[in-house]
C-alpha cells in the first residue's frame, strides 16, 4: 500500500491576546501623546542651572531627575528581580542639590532612558504577562508597575519643566 505524503504545518505561534495592551503600555511609557517627551524637557538644560534652586519650588533640576531615575529602576527591578530588596525612603533621593559633575548628569540621563526602554521591552514582550501577581510582591502586576512608572514619570517631568520655566530656561516662550 502506497502512502501519501503527509504534509506537516508549520506551527503556527499562537496570538497574543494582550498585544494591543502591550503596545499601549509602550506608547504611554513615553508620553508623546498627552504629554512632552523626557529628552524635550531635558535637552541642552544649561549646566549652571542643574543644581540651581527656584522659587517656589521645593527641588532642584537634578533632584528631580535622579529622583526619577531612581524611582523608575526600582519599579523596573521590582518587576523584574526576584532577589528584588526595596530602598530605604531617603535613598529615592539624591544627597546634594547638584551634579556633581557633567558626567554624573549625563550618566542619569542615559540611565533614565536605559531604564525607560527596558520597561517599555518587558511590557512588550508576549512572554511577559501583565496580568499576573509578581510573585515577590504582595499584589502587583508588571501592568500596575508599568501604570506607576508611566505615572510617577509623567508627574515629575511636569515638575521639571516648570522649574526649567521658573529658571527661565525653558527655550520656548
Known amino acids: 500500500m502506497k502512502r501519501k505524503p503527509t504534509t506537516r504545518r508549520k506551527a ?75 530602598l530605604e525612603f531617603s535613598a529615592y533621593w539624591p544627597p ?16 533614565f532612558r536605559r531604564d525607560l526602554e527596558a520597561m517599555k521591552k518587558l511590557v512588550a514582550n508576549p512572554k511577559t504577562d501583565v496580568f499576573a501577581r509578581i510573585p515577590w510582591g504582595s499584589g502587583q502586576t508588571v501592568l500596575r508597575e508599568a501604570l506607576l512608572a508611566a505615572d510617577h514619570n509623567a508627574y515629575h517631568l511636569g515638575q521639571v519643566l516648570l522649574v526649567r520655566r521658573l529658571q527661565g530656561a525653558w527655550p520656548r516662550a
Open 12 to 86: 503556527v505561534p499562537k496570538k497574543d491576546p494582550h498585544r494591543a495592551l502591550r503596545q499601549q503600555l509602550a506608547k504611554l511609557l513615553d508620553w508623546q501623546d498627552a504629554h512632552l517627551d523626557f529628552d524635550a524637557v531635558v535637552r541642552d538644560w544649561p549646566a549652571a542651572l542643574r543644581g540651581a534652586q527656584s522659587p517656589g519650588a521645593p527641588h532642584t533640576p537634578w533632584q528631580l531627575l535622579e529622583h526619577m531615575r531612581i524611582c523608575q529602576w526600582d519599579i523596573l527591578d521590582f518587576s523584574r528581580n526576584s532577589a528584588y530588596r526595596e
Open 96 to 111: 546634594t542639590e547638584a551634579p556633581p559633575s557633567e558626567k554624573a548628569w549625563e550618566e542619569s540621563l542615559r540611565a
